[in-house]
């Protein structure tokens, strides 16, 4: 059985950093690609980052050059790291593998 389980997520100052950590069990890690989603209040949900098996990774523009991806394959995890937050980046943020969702942290950025 496949589980995820997002973490790290909190209130952070705009212009501010975040560690988010999806930690998968239930798959073989190395072999899948892992994505990170986010759902900001009355929007749809949106592909944020891709942590792909071969090593290569995706970002939807408006987090290029401040989001980084990291994977830990032995570890089974991804994390997502977030720099230069921005208030428009307020969601909860939830990780994905084989069609498989963790249930999100919560991420706000505020004053």
């Known amino acids: 059985q496949v589980q995820l389980v997002e973490s790290g997520g909190g209130l952070v100052q705009p212009g501010g950093s975040l560690r988010l950590s999806c930690a998968a069990s239930g798959i073989v890690f190395h072999r899948h690609t892992i994505s990170w989603y986010r759902q900001a209040p009355g929007q749809q949900r949106e592909l944020v980052a891709r942590?792909?098996?071969?090593?290569?990774?995706y970002f939807v523009d408006s987090v290029k050059g401040r989001f980084t991806i990291a994977r830990d394959n032995a570890k089974n995890t991804v994390y997502l790291l977030m720099n230069s937050l921005q208030v428009e980046d307020t969601a909860v943020y939830y990780c994905?593998?084989?069609?498989?969702w963790g249930k999100g942290t919560l991420v706000t950025i505020s004053l």
């Open positions: 994905e593998a084989l069609n498989h």
């Open positions: 942590s792909f098996d071969s090593g290569d990774t």
